[in-house]
């Protein structure tokens, strides 16, 4: 019982602590063994987070983010499993398609400052240019990276649709946005 309340404690602490490093630089990308090892415990993690996890998404909700991505699978099929807006307690992650293949636009949402950051979907998985990793597992998103040189990771669940990252993002963050080829809109097809 000790134990479990500890865990918990310490699940609650990195929650909290994840607007304050969700966006901070890793010292380094998680190795492909912390990264396995992570995936392989990341049910439980789940588990464990279930207090945190949001409610389910309408099926308006649902059914206009499979539109949106079902439209990005046909243009840029690596990144349409992870686009939408990924949540955990009062903080998440908006991820958005490129133009650029294989490139995603990721925001921070909630109580973080106005950043942002660009991911290269590689054997299914984001990595970015702060070092993380992202994977999907079901209907789930995992966050690695390394916090203190240790694997951390953080659930993200019930992926909403996306909204305009004018919403999220100060005018020069917005310009840096757009010339990245990031976008709300669905893909143009030529």
């Known amino acids: 019982m000790k134990g479990h309340a500890l865990f918990i404690f310490t699940v609650s602490l990195a929650t909290l602590g994840i607007n304050s490093i969700a966006f901070a630089q890793s010292q380094r990308y998680p190795t492909n063994a912390e990264i396995q090892r992570l995936i392989r415990d990341f049910p439980s993690v789940i588990q464990s987070n279930r207090v945190l996890l949001p409610g ?32 955990i307690d009062e903080a998440g992650l908006a991820i958005y398609p490129s133009n650029i293949r294989g490139r995603v636009c990721i925001v921070a949402l909630g109580d973080m400052d106005d950043v942002g950051e660009l991911g290269t979907v590689v054997n299914s998985q984001i990595r970015t ?42 005018e020069q963050t917005r310009q840096e946005f757009n010339a990245a080829g990031c976008t709300a809109s669905l893909p143009n097809r030529r």
Request: hydrophobic fraction near 35%.
């Open 56 to 87: 389910y998404p309408t099926a308006s909700e649902t059914q206009r983010l499979r539109s949106f991505v079902r439209e990005w699978s046909r243009v840029n099929p690596t990144i349409a499993p992870f686009l939408g807006q990924w949540q």
């Open 129 to 170: 240019n702060k070092n993380w990793v992202i994977f999907r597992q079901a209907n789930y998103l995992g966050s690695v990276r390394i916090v203190d040189n240790k694997p951390k990771i953080f659930p993200l669940d019930s992926p909403l649709p996306l909204e305009s990252p004018t919403r999220f993002l100060r």
